[in-house]
């Protein structure tokens, strides 16, 4: 990458990132930009599957190294420039675990009903968290590749074709996972102790 030929007025910060991506093939600020943007969430999401900040740390400069050095051959194929940083972050953190042999410690749990988690009116706080609580113990039991998707899906927002990306399956199968992964929730919670009122509960009926 050099920095021959770039236009001095480039706007970084109001440039989406379809623009970045494209300027980062030749211009090194623009990847900056795509670094800023993303990496303090690229962090979070390989923190959250290896609970070690030095290995974060050291795995997250990996993916925007490789990034960096993979972005001339990147295409837009209508997925989120993000959506492609997550894989490689996914691939990383895959190979990390295999190569130690080690097993998730971070439970993913509290990270996604965080995400799910709305304020409530001061009379429905103790319902509220007795059901957070039941929430918790039902997501502990799903197995860790089902945690992932509910946690891209509510703490990362993420669409299943994004999700799809990550997780290397189509987004038919996203779309089937969650749907198994809802039922086995609902199961778990009792479908009539879903209330209307909190909105990712609605979510759970999709």
């Known amino acids: 990458m050099t920095g021959q030929n770039i ?5 970084y910060a109001q440039a989406n990132d379809v623009q970045l991506v494209n300027w980062a093939k030749n211009d090194s600020m623009a990847f900056g930009e795509l670094y800023e943007r993303y990496m303090q ?28 050095s993979h972005i001339g051959n990147y295409t837009d194929r209508g997925i989120p420039f993000s959506a492609w940083l997550y894989r490689i972050a996914h691939n990383l953190v895959a190979n990390w675990h295999r190569d130690r042999g080690r ?6 749990d509290e990270h ?36 992932q998707l509910l946690l891209l899906k509510f703490v990362e927002r993420m669409s299943n074709a994004e ?33 209307a009122r909190e909105p990712w509960r609605r979510r759970f009926r999709q």
Not at 103 to 108: F, G, H, S
């Open 7 to 11: 236009p001095a007025l480039r706007d």
């Open 41 to 68: 969430k690229i962090y979070n999401y390989v923190y959250y599957r290896t609970g070690n900040h030095h290995d974060a740390e050291d795995l997250t400069s990996r993916v925007f190294f490789r990034a960096l």
């Open 103 to 108: 097993q998730k410690v971070v439970p993913l």
């Open 112 to 147: 996604i009903t965080s995400g799910m988690r709305i304020e409530t009116q001061p009379e429905a706080v103790t319902e509220s968290n007795e059901e957070h609580a039941r929430l918790l113990s039902s997501i502990r039991q799903l197995p860790p590749e089902r945690q």
């Open 163 to 195: 999700i799809g990306v990550v997780m290397d399956r189509t987004e038919g199968a996203i779309k089937s996972l969650y749907h198994r992964t809802l039922l086995s929730l609902r199961g778990d919670l009792g479908q009539d102790e879903l209330p």
